[in-house]
Structures are given as C-alpha cells and as structure tokens.
C-alpha cells in the first residue's frame, strides 16, 4: 500500500523527536512518556500548527495542567521537559531557548497569579457521590470571594514552605469545604468542636477513606496552627473513616480446584 504524503511527514517528524529525545538521554518508557506528553500538547491545540504557537500559549498549557492535578508533581516536570525538547530542539522557535522551562516546573512558587487566572473551583476532591450535593459541595465562587484573605495567606504559607503544587490545592479546597459546611462562618470563629464535626461527617455522610479524611485534618491543622495561629489542640474521638472490603483479585489453590470441579463443558 502506498504511504500517503502526510503520514510519510508525521512519521519524521516524530522521528527527529525520538532523536532529539535521545540526544538529551531520553530513552525507553521515558521517552515513550514524552512522547505522549507531546502528543497530548497537540491535540490540545486543535489544529493550530506548532510553528505558530508562542510562549503564552506554552504558559497557558501549563497552567491548565497545573490547576487541573491530573499529574504528579514528577510527572509534571516530565511534561515541562518533554515539551521544552520539542519546541527547542525539534520546531526551533526563536522564544523556546528563553523560556523559563526550570521555574515553570514550579509554577505555584513563581507564577501564583497566572495560575490563578486558571483556576477552578471543585475540581480537585476524590470523593464518592457522583452528582449528589453534600454539605460542603462548593457553589460557584461564593467561598473564593468572601475569604479570599484567608485563602490568600493560605496560599503564602504553603508557598513559602516549597510545598507541592497539589498540597497547595489541596488544603485550599479544603478549608472552602469546610466553610462551606458550616454555612460560610469566618473560619477564625470555627474550632476543635467544628473540626471534629466535619470529620465525622467526611466519615458518616461523604463515606471518604482514610487517606482523604487524613488530608483533610491535616489541611485544617496546617490553617489554625500555620497561617493563622490559632491552633484548636485535640478534638477528642470522632468517626473514623473505614477502608472499605475488596475482593480478592487472586484465588488459592483450594479455591481454583472448587472452581474447577464446578466446571462442565470442554471449555
């Protein structure tokens, strides 16, 4: 079958990536990872050819990667890296040598504001529940507008500790649940008693596991005792969220021959 014209310029194209992936020390299930990481950039430009793209459009890629915390921090970098190879080695714009590709794999520490330009709220909570409105499901910006100096300082705080990207959305959504659930109260009059309640409802109600009632303390603790000093001490017992039961996904080899000698059939 003959090769059509432009899948011969597709196939070189990702041909000259793997070599300049290669030359860098790119190679095996890492340059595969580019690769895709590349791939993803594309289609995400929806036909704009790459000659035509310009640092902005780089920035405003990154920062909805960023905000949206589908990637780990490690892999983040990976894409920053990815990316970088393939405007600077393989497309050659004139701006690709300039950008700032070492900071932007920290973009909550030197571009706070573009990120938050892209930011959206109620993205980043792994929660049972599908569609259902809880307590502390967020509604619209009301939060975001009416403590943005608590979320702000919140924000400063993290950042100074180089704390990840993820934490810092993390602890943010966070306190916004947690105000929110207790119907949108100055957090700074909010203590121990409150605390303990959302917790024991994370358990009861939103029936999250333990790692996400666990970060959800730990969001709390860090706001009273870091960013604003008031530390609200023990909280006493409240309910524990429960790992929930899983089915083996191996079986013994006494459960294999009940199995078998269950069987009818050739097959």
Known sequence: MEVQPNQDRKGAFWSRYKKALDAEGVRGSE??????????????????????HTAEDMSAYLCREAVEGRLKDWQYGQMVDALRILFDQVVKDPWASEFPRDMWKE???????????????????????????????LRGRRVADQYGSQLARLRETIRGRNYSIRTEQSYQEWLMRFITFHGYRVPEELGA??????????????????????QAL???????????????????EFAQSKRPRRLPVVLNKEEVSRLLDNLTGSY
């Open 218 to 236: 730990n969001a709390l603790v860090f706001f009273y005792k870091e960013v604003i000093e008031r530390p609200f001490g023990d909280i006493g």
């Open 193 to 214: 008693g409150e605390v303990k309640s959302y917790l024991t409802y994370l358990a009861d109600v939103r029936r999250v596991s333990p790692n996400t009632q666990r």
């Open 31 to 52: 340059a595969d990872c580019c690769i895709k990481r590349a791939e993803s950039f594309i289609k995400s430009a929806k036909g704009l050819r790459l000659k035509e």
């Open 107 to 137: 973009p909550h520490l030197h571009f706070p504001e573009q990120l938050e330009q892209f930011d959206q709220v109620g993205r980043h909570l792994p929660v049972s529940g599908g569609n259902q409105v809880f307590a502390d499901s």
